[in-house]
């Protein structure tokens, strides 16, 4: 596609309730990155994918978070049993490679009630 | 670890002012510096990206410089709009190329 594509925009859910957020990165791109960022604060980094390579996951706040990508493509964020403190939006970025030009998505905004 | 400081937090300018965005950083061993803005309620858009071997990079308006063994960067813009106004992230990426690590943004505002 022409850009970062991210599903859904926006996400209601109940708290104890698993969601599921999807990231379809620029066609080509091997890097692929999952960031959060709560109101009022920067850019806090989640996990990082790089080809084939076993993804980066320091910045996961809890064993309720985990992300998979598949085919070296499509990436989702599943994120189990979720809290209010997960309320964020939640951003992801590809690159041509690592260290190259990070491109964003436009991010999935999560609201846990 | 890594950190990244974005001096000031806000900035309010006249429309047609020259004005400077701060970025310094704590580790020096980065492999490239990355500048973003983001207007309100919308995702990243990628303004200018120095590798570690270069000094400056230009788009437009925009000038950015790196002076690595300082850890500092700055973002130049000049006759500043108000289609200016936005949050302008700073973002470094370490030695083995790895994920990118964010300055918590400046605020700018251009009044007419």
């Known amino acids: 596609g022409a850009g970062v594509s991210q599903s859904p925009s926006n996400k209601v859910t109940e708290k104890g309730k698993d969601v599921e957020l999807r990231c379809d990165p620029i066609s080509g791109h091997t890097a692929l990155y999952w960031y959060r960022q709560s109101l009022g604060q920067g850019l806090e980094f989640l996990i990082y994918f790089q080809g084939n390579s076993a993804p980066d996951k320091s910045g996961l706040p809890s064993d309720r978070f985990s992300a998979e990508r598949t085919g070296g493509s499509v990436s989702t964020l599943t994120i189990q049993r979720t809290q209010q403190e997960d309320s964020a939006v939640y951003l992801c970025a590809s690159s041509y490679s690592r260290g190259d030009e990070a491109f964003f998505g436009q991010g999935t905004r999560l609201t846990v009630v | 670890k890594q950190e990244v400081t974005q001096i000031p937090a806000a900035l309010s300018v006249p429309e047609g ?3 400077v965005l701060n970025c310094s950083f704590t ?11 983001q207007d309100p309620g919308k995702g990243l858009t990628s303004l200018l990206l120095i590798q570690s071997s270069q000094r400056e990079q230009t788009s437009g308006r925009l000038n950015a410089s790196l002076d690595k063994s300082s850890g500092r960067s700055t973002l130049y813009i000049a006759a500043s709009q108000p289609g200016d106004s936005a949050t302008y992230l700073c973002a470094v990426s370490g030695q083995a190329g790895t994920a990118l690590i964010f300055g ?3 605020t700018l505002s251009v009044s007419s």
């Open chain 2, 104 to 106: 918590k943004g400046t």
């Open chain 2, 27 to 37: 580790d020096s061993a980065i492999y490239n510096l990355q500048w973003f803005r």
């Open chain 2, 17 to 19: 002012e020259n004005l």
